[in-house]
Structure formats: structure tokens, C-alpha cells
């Protein structure tokens, strides 16, 4: 399957902005809006945060947006908060109804 | 409550077998998709298998394309994952995780259950 390139880390200080980026190596994944993003905290569950690029499931905080241009998507959290230090992957699923994850982004809350 | 509990992991041999299982309550199970998703210790998120609502469709990523076999019993509400011929790269805690149907994104997700391959 196809892979989807993020950054190993990012970090900010309480009260920043701060984007993850998300770019497919091959057209066909991120050409479909199926983008999503999932907030996974030390040992626990992965949580949904956006879906289809943009969407935000009721009960997930506005700080957290998404968007997309061309083949990279993007997760942007304003605000950051301490809470917001976490891993975060991105997703999508491929042309050939398979779904392919992001290797992952640490990010820090200085 | 909504919820998935995934059980039957443990320590198995490579070449061995082990069957997950994974409880759905609280929803329609008979009404979304369902998925297997794992995580290598340390390492990211992986896609293993998807199952359509009626067991119409069911898809596999190729690292298990031939070992491994996804199934559910609407009548139960439980989804399963028989895995066999396991490699020591199989380690991984399993995650069994919902979707709903037409949409493309897991939207529940279980705590897991974890499965270690070693001699």
C-alpha cells in the first residue's frame, strides 16, 4: 500500500498554533477526500478528531481543523493547550479500498 | 455504553495461530463496517483488514493477504480476526475499530488486545 509522509515531531508553546502536515507519496491517496486524523495519547486508544479533510465530530474540540491542497493534508491546532501533547497520524483510504496510516507526529507543548 | 473490547491476544510461537475476538454493545453492530488496525511497540498505526456491514466486501493489507482471515456474526455482535502462519513482525497490540458505512474513517475505537510472536 501507499504511504503517507509526516513530520517525526513538531512542538509549540501553550496558547500557539501549530500544523502537522500529511503528504501522499502516490496520487491516488490523497487525490479522494477521505483524509481523516486521530489524536493518540501514551497508552491509550487512538481518537478520531477529523474526517473527510475537514469534518469534526461533534464533541472534538474547534482548535483542531483540517485542510487539504493538492496531495498534502494538514491538521492545524490553535490554542495549543498541555492536554494537546500527543501523537497524531493521518489516514486515508486508497483507491483499492485499502487504508494507509501516516508514520506518526510527536507533538511537544513546551 | 458504546464500546468495543477486543480479547484473545497472548504469547504464541512464530508459525502458531491465535483467534481475536472483539465485542461490540451499545450500537447497531449489524449497521457499520468494521475494522482490525495495529501498532507494532513504539511504532505507528497500521491497517490490517476491513469487513463490510454484511460481509459483503472484506480487504486486507498485504503484510497479512493469506494468513490472515477477518469474519463477524451479526448475531453476536462480534468481529474476528484468525490469524495464522504468525511472524515475529506480527507483534503488535490490535485494535478492533468501527466505521460507518460509506464513510471512510473509524470513528470507535477498542483498547486493544495484544499479541507478542516469539519463541
Known amino acids: 500500500q501507499s504511504a503517507l509522509t509526516q513530520p517525526a515531531s513538531v512542538s509549540g508553546s501553550p496558547g500557539q498554533s501549530i500544523t502537522i502536515s500529511c503528504t501522499g507519496t502516490?496520487?491516488?491517496?490523497?487525490?479522494?477526500?477521505?483524509v481523516s486524523w486521530y489524536q493518540q495519547h501514551p497508552s491509550k486508544a487512538p481518537k478520531l478528531l477529523i474526517h473527510?479533510?475537514?469534518e469534526r465530530p461533534s464533541g472534538v474540540s474547534n482548535r483542531f481543523s483540517g485542510s487539504k491542497s493538492g496531495n498534502t493534508a494538514s491538521l492545524t491546532i490553535s490554542g495549543l493547550q498541555a492536554e494537546d501533547e500527543a501523537h497524531y497520524y493521518c489516514?486515508?483510504?486508497?483507491?483499492?479500498?485499502?487504508?494507509?496510516f501516516g508514520g506518526g507526529t510527536k507533538l511537544t507543548v513546551l | 455504553e458504546v464500546q468495543l473490547v477486543e480479547s484473545g491476544g497472548g504469547l504464541v510461537k512464530p508459525g502458531g495461530s491465535l483467534r481475536l475476538s472483539c465485542a461490540a454493545s451499545?450500537?447497531?453492530?449489524?449497521?457499520?463496517?468494521m475494522y482490525w488496525v495495529r501498532q507494532a511497540p513504539g511504532k505507528g498505526l497500521e491497517w490490517v483488514s476491513s469487513?463490510?456491514?454484511?460481509?459483503?466486501?472484506?480487504f486486507y493489507a498485504d503484510s497479512v493477504k493469506g494468513r490472515f482471515t477477518i469474519s463477524r456474526d451479526n448475531a453476536k455482535n462480534s468481529l474476528y480476526l484468525q490469524m495464522n502462519s504468525l511472524r515475529a513482525e506480527d507483534t503488535a497490540l490490535y485494535y478492533c475499530?468501527?466505521?460507518?458505512?460509506?464513510?471512510?474513517?473509524?470513528?470507535?475505537w477498542g483498547r486493544g488486545t495484544l499479541v507478542t510472536v516469539s519463541s
Open positions: 475499530t468501527r466505521g460507518i458505512h460509506n464513510y471512510w474513517y473509524f470513528d470507535l
Open positions: 451499545g450500537f447497531t453492530f449489524s449497521t457499520y463496517n
Open positions: 469487513i463490510s456491514s454484511g460481509s459483503d466486501y472484506i
Open positions: 502516490s496520487s491516488d491517496v490523497i487525490h479522494y477526500n477521505y
Open positions: 473527510d479533510v475537514s
Open positions: 489516514s486515508s483510504r486508497t483507491s483499492n479500498s485499502a487504508w494507509v
